[in-house]
Structure formats: structure tokens, C-alpha cells
């Protein structure tokens, strides 16, 4: 089996305004995949990984190039992809399962499976509008995941469930592996791309800058590239993220008085996530915070600004708001972290779901753990808090 992909250079002959800059995407990308491999494609946000599987899975066209592929498809981009909201669950997974090209007997036969793989059986005859986006990453991976296809292709849409589903989801997708399917899989958590691949590939501006079976060594790659592209205050250019409940204008790291941070700080540091916005209408649904992640890509946690309200309800009244949030002292190992601006309409719609383009930060921690005289050394751990301990 070949599966391919080329985008040639030459520029396109669709018309365009006098002094219009041409974005690329993708540009001279070009690499083959053989069967039964797994490949783990990596890179920071905008870095073209979704750009690419989107033209892999002909959801769109490449300006120029061609893609062959030789084998049946699958594939997992958007939470919840080809689902009608007024439909149940239960006839959204005939209806995705058509969609992906199963047959009704084929659907039939693995139903069940399905049904007992998303763990949403008491909510099988409720219309899916009113489910949570886990209930929809469960209930559309599930499908996705017993098609009977020969390639898999799966962007980070597991990052919105929950631990236990995210395991058994890459426990599935390893099942599958093992039978020899091919699988291209786009995701941050490193921890995952080296449990599930055989080799990577790692995007930068739109272009493969590594690309080898030896899967360490581009992981190490691709941390070079970001923790020196990462920065500690983001600003909003223009109209990104626009929406009437937070446009985020500013999102940075700052000290205690103030002032940006602009180097790394210590374990020790009072640093507080800053998120200003604009709101223009006032919801009692809305929830705003940040995802921290560790230098490979593990989720460390999420934090949002109703996590400790006493009351019920909240609303940001319209106008030019500020959020501020303490990042716990004691707790960071020394080494890299990356934060996410996360949120939206709690329990319907996501603003700003993490890892998909959303605002992001780099941490770094360099001292400040502990002052024990037996503690110098950064430990070989993700965090590292001091823990007080008595002695009797």
C-alpha cells in the first residue's frame, strides 16, 4: 500500500489582488506511508497538521498537487463531524457511519460495539445537541474506530475527553494497529505518539523539516522548535477569535507587580495567567481558564474561572474584562511548560477548545524548588512539589 501526498511549489494561477501575499499552508510537502505503518505527525499550532490530513481525507482540495491513496479511509478531524444535532445518538451513528461509508448491515452488525465503546447507552435516544463535547468525542470515535477500513487518519480530538476514555481510545487505536492498518495520527501528547507510532513527522510553516523512523530524535526536534518559538504573552491581531462572549485581546504571564514576564522564573515566583477580553454580551454559561502541558505534551491541568464560585451562576458584564489566576507555587519541576487560553458555553459550545489554534504560552522554570540542601537536582518527574512532612 502507498499512501501519498504532493503539493508542488509553482504558484497558483487563481486570481488575486494587485499586492496580496500568497499564505501556503503546505508547500513542497511530499512523503509516502507504506501499510501497517504508524506515523506520528507533529508540530507546533499552525505548523499545517491539520491542513494536511485534511487533504489526505479529501475533506479539502489541495491549490496544486495530488494525493494517492490505496485502501479505505477513516478518519477522526472535528468533534462530532457529520452529526446532526436534532438527531439521537442512536440515529447519528447510523447516519456517521453512512457518512464514513459503512453499510447499514455493516453498522448494524457493529452496533452494540459501538454503543458500549462510547459508554452512552442511557443517552442513546437523546438528540445529541444536548450532549457534552466528551459525550461527543466518545460517541464519534466509537464509530469512527469500528470501521472496517485500512487506514486510519486521527487528529487531536481526543484532548477534550477525559483521561480513562482517552486510554481506552489509544488502546483501541493500537488494537487496530496491530492488525496491520496504517495510522497517521497529529497530536502534542508525546507520551501518545511514542505508545502508538513507529515513526514521525514533524511540520514547521507548512513544510517537513524531519521526517524518520528513528521517533526519539524527532520528538527532540520538534521541542527544539518549540520551545524556541513559544512566548510568553500573546496579543490578539486584529479580529481573531471573534465572538460576542470573550474575544481574547491579551493573554500573558506577569509578577507580582505587574510586569510581563520575559525570562524564566523560579519555582518559588508569584506569576499570575492575565487574560483580557472584550465582551459584548453577558452569559451565565461562560467559562474561561487555561490547560497547562508538560515539555512533551502531557496535560498537566485545566483550570477555569468558575472552578471555585460558591454561587450558582456568574456573568462578566459587557466591556473590557480582566481574569486573573495564580499558577501554584511549589509545584512546577524544573523544565518547559506550554499554556492554552481554554473555554466556552459550558457543556454546548467550545470558543476556544484546547489544542485547536487557541492562544498559547511557554513556561519556563529554571530553580526556586526547594531550599533543602539534599534537594539540587531537577527531578525526574513532570512536577515536583514540596510536600511538608512531620516526624514523630
Known amino acids: 500500500m502507498r499512501f501519498g501526498r504532493r503539493l508542488y511549489s509553482p504558484v497558483s494561477n ?50 496544486t498537487g495530488k494525493v494517492e491513496i490505496s485502501g479505505r479511509v477513516t478518519s477522526l478531524l472535528e468533534v462530532g463531524t457529520g452529526f446532526h444535532p436534532e438527531l439521537t445518538g442512536r440515529e447519528n451513528i447510523y447516519l456517521n457511519g453512512a457518512i464514513l461509508g459503512m453499510s447499514k448491515l455493516e453498522i448494524q452488525r457493529r452496533f452494540d460495539e459501538i454503543v458500549e465503546f462510547a459508554e ?92 524518520s523512523t528513528d521517533l526519539e530524535n524527532i520528538i527532540s526536534q520538534y521541542q527544539v522548535v518549540s520551545n524556541s518559538a513559544c512566548k510568553t504573552t500573546w496579543e ?12 481574547p485581546i491579551r493573554f500573558y504571564l506577569a509578577l507580582e507587580d505587574g510586569r510581563a514576564v520575559d525570562a ?35 496535560p498537566l491541568y485545566w483550570s477555569y474561572h468558575t472552578d471555585a464560585l460558591k454561587e450558582a451562576k456568574v456573568q462578566l458584564q459587557p466591556g473590557i ?21 481554554i473555554g466556552g458555553l459550558h457543556f454546548s459550545e467550545w470558543l476556544f477548545e484546547p489544542r ?9 522554570v529554571r530553580g526556586g524548588i526547594s531550599d533543602s540542601p539534599y534537594w539540587i537536582n ?7 512539589p514540596v510536600i511538608e512532612w512531620f516526624i514523630s
Open 236 to 247: 490578539n491581531r486584529g479580529d481573531l477569535y471573534k465572538n460576542p462572549y470573550f474575544m
Open 356 to 364: 485547536r489554534r487557541v492562544p498559547t504560552l511557554k513556561l519556563e
Open 120 to 211: 452512552v447507552d442511557r443517552f442513546l435516544d437523546t438528540p445529541v445537541k444536548h450532549y457534552s463535547s466528551g459525550m461527543y468525542v466518545r460517541l464519534a470515535f466509537a464509530v469512527a474506530a469500528h470501521l472496517e477500513s485500512e487506514i486510519l487518519i486521527v487528529d487531536e480530538v481526543l484532548a477534550v475527553g477525559d483521561i480513562s476514555f482517552q486510554k481506552k481510545c489509544l488502546g483501541r487505536m493500537a488494537d487496530l494497529s496491530r492488525t496491520g492498518r496504517t495510522l497517521l495520527f497529529v497530536s502534542h501528547n508525546m507520551s501518545a505518539v511514542r505508545s502508538l507510532c513507529t515513526s514521525g513527522l514533524l511540520l514547521s510553516s507548512g513544510r517537513i523539516i524531519a521526517r
Open 14 to 63: 487563481l486570481p488575486r489582488a494587485a499586492g496580496e501575499e500568497i499564505f501556503w499552508a503546505l508547500k513542497n510537502v511530499t512523503f509516502s506511508v507504506g501499510e501497517g505503518e504508524r506515523v506520528g505527525i507533529i508540530g507546533r499550532n499552525g505548523a499545517g497538521k491539520s491542513t494536511l490530513l485534511k487533504i489526505l481525507s479529501r475533506v479539502t482540495d489541495p491549490t
Open 321 to 341: 474584562r480582566t481574569l486573573r489566576s495564580r499558577l501554584p507555587k511549589g509545584l512546577f519541576n524544573e523544565g518547559s511548560y506550554e499554556l492554552e487560553l
Open 264 to 298: 524564566s522564573i523560579k519555582g518559588d515566583d508569584d506569576v499570575y495567567v492575565i487574560i483580557e477580553a472584550l465582551v459584548e454580551k453577558a452569559t451565565e454559561n461562560l467559562t474561561i481558564g487555561y490547560a497547562v502541558y508538560s515539555e512533551d505534551g502531557t
Open 378 to 384: 531537577k527531578r525526574p518527574t513532570v512536577i515536583a
